[in-house]
């Protein structure tokens, strides 16, 4: 069957699941947003989201290692940024997707 030959391999499913699991977290979510407009640090995203900076970086640490966000260090100061415009490209079309119907 065609169909069974082109479905994703066990491995790729479960990258897939944690992948989304990522954007499960209104917290992430929105940490996801402000990083779309531009590169923040710690503190602006604490400003932004009205969040303990404790809270912030361990949410941005778990972005992180989805690589869905990367850092830039200026001396003490670490800038977030997305990982790549494929994040920007999914997260832009679920947003839209969502809106649709508003």
Not at 67 to 78: D, H, L
Request: one cysteine or more; charged letters at 25%; glycine letters at 2%.
């Amino acid at each position: 069957m065609q169909v069974k030959a082109a479905m994703i391999d066990e491995y790729a499913a479960i990258q897939v699941a944690d992948w989304f699991k990522a954007f499960s977290d209104p917290t992430r979510v929105k940490l996801i947003n402000a990083l779309l407009q531009r590169e923040l640090c710690v503190h602006d995203l604490t400003v932004l989201l009205d969040m303990g900076q404790s809270a912030i970086s361990h949410q941005l640490r778990y972005l992180r290692n989805m690589r869905i966000v990367k850092r830039r260090k200026v001396g003490k100061t670490v800038f977030y940024s997305l990982d790549d415009s494929h994040i920007e490209q999914i997260f832009t079309q679920t947003l839209q997707h969502t809106l649709h119907d508003k």
